[in-house]
């Protein structure tokens, strides 16, 4: 599967935006998929999380009400919903999928087969 992430930019704190990860060359209800973010410096660390089923999620704690993943299987996309958005947000955002993830390792990126080239998100005043 191939895995292209869009939506990121510039935004105010506050503000909302969403990520879209569009998958070609197999359905997205064949994967596991999950966005992870990286800052410069950093290490990349997971950000939510969606089974194939599609009626399981989770978010890292410091998005947890703030942002949510979801999925349009019509349209092979797997989006992140990003509101009230803090300066701490600021990070390249990278999709990412996987067939036989145990639900255990779903917040480590090393577990997934399956990566989007990233899209820009940075938070400033």
């Known amino acids: 599967v191939q895995l292209q992430a869009s939506g990121g930019g510039f935004v105010h704190p506050g503000a909302s935006l969403r990520l879209s990860c569009v998958a070609s060359?197999?359905?997205?209800?064949?994967?596991?998929m999950a966005w992870f973010r990286q800052a410069p410096g950093k290490q990349r660390e997971f950000v939510a999380f969606i089974r194939k089923s599609g009626y399981i999620t989770d978010y890292a704690d410091s998005v947890k009400g703030r942002f949510t993943i979801s999925r349009d299987n019509a349209k092979n996309t797997i989006y992140l919903q990003m509101n009230s958005l803090k300066p701490e947000d600021t990070a390249v955002y990278y999709c990412?999928?996987?067939?036989?993830?145990?639900?255990?390792?779903?917040?480590?990126?090393?577990?997934?087969?399956?990566w989007g080239q990233g899209t820009q998100v940075t938070v400033s005043s």
């Open positions: 990412a999928a996987d067939g036989t993830l145990i639900h255990s390792s779903r917040a480590q990126a090393i577990h997934y087969d399956y």
């Open positions: 060359g197999r359905t997205v209800t064949n994967y596991h």
